[in-house]
């Protein structure tokens, strides 16, 4: 009897929030799953009312239903890998922690987010010294941007030394490698990743859009992604770098504000792109 293709599909888990848009969180993250030929799986921490341009509301989902959420995947398809995303509350951090303590899942990749597009705070500023306390000691990779990166390092980011400066002090606090994106800087996009013993510039030219919603979710995700499939760190990040940069060149121009990018790029020709 034949085996069916989609069994040998890799299981990876996003734990986070949710976007009704479809560009950045949770369904940005599963999109990014697909896209890398992995089965997505999902635990939502928050229900988030937000388009293009603005956020709306924020609703977060109850602790109990957070722990039954991770129990329901890591007793029946455990991950190759797990990525962390917007976590809203003190009560959610310590929900997440403790089942990450528990659950002790490999490959894990925390994206901070703190801000939506339009400086929304997605994880209200008082509560980033809890988050660096309870969180940062599970990331195999932390990928925080510049404005992220400074509040959890409590100083200001303004150059490349900087950057190489707040890595390192993330790394002190518990993560096991980090990733300072430049996403914010003006001259270029070039990011920093220190591994716990070197410095990497990863660089890449900026792209004239505004097309640029989710990108951090979708970076980390597809980090994600390259470590499930067993590349190592550093191999991971770069493919994932280069992936988003297709999806950022290749955005869709959809709704008022800042559009999606596209995950599925890579599925349509260049003339239909």
């Known amino acids: 009897m034949q085996e069916a293709i989609g069994s040998k599909l890799t299981p990876i888990l996003s734990i986070a929030g949710s976007d009704c848009s479809g560009g950045a969180g949770i369904q940005a993250d599963l999109k990014t799953f697909s896209a890398h030929k992995l089965f997505g799986m999902s635990v939502i921490l928050s229900v988030v009312a937000e388009n293009t341009a603005r956020v709306i509301s924020v609703h977060n989902v109850p602790s109990r239903i957070v722990d039954e959420q ?5 007793e029946d398809i455990p991950p190759e890998a797990v990525k962390i995303g917007m976590i809203g509350s003190v009560e959610l951090m310590q929900c997440v922690a403790n089942n990450l303590k528990k659950f002790k899942p490999k490959n894990v990749v925390l994206d901070p987010v703190m801000f939506a597009k ?11 010294e809890f988050f660096a306390k309870s969180m940062l000691s599970f990331a195999d990779v ?15 980011i303004e150059n490349e030394e900087d950057m190489k400066k707040a890595a390192k002090a993330l790394f002190d606090k518990g993560a096991k490698s980090v990733l300072l994106k430049g996403g914010h800087k003006k001259d270029d996009a070039n ?21 640029t919603h989710g990108t951090g979710c979708t970076l980390s995700s597809a980090i994600a992604s390259n470590l499930a499939l067993k590349k190592d760190k550093f191999e991971a990040i770069k493919e994932a770098k280069a992936y988003v940069f297709e999806a950022i060149k290749y955005s ?10 596209n995950h599925f790029h890579s599925l349509f020709k260049k003339d239909e792109r």
Do not use: S, V
């Open 70 to 74: 991770i129990l329901a995947i890591f």
């Open 118 to 128: 339009n400086g929304y705070a997605l994880m209200p500023t008082q509560n980033c």
């Open 142 to 156: 932390l990928t925080p941007n510049i404005p992220e990166a400074q509040y959890l390092c409590g100083f200001k």
């Open 191 to 211: 990011d920093i990743f220190y591994d716990g013993a070197n410095f990497h510039t990863l660089k890449a030219p900026r792209i004239d859009t505004k097309n």
């Open 252 to 261: 869709l121009n959809l709704g008022k504000g800042h559009g999606p990018t």
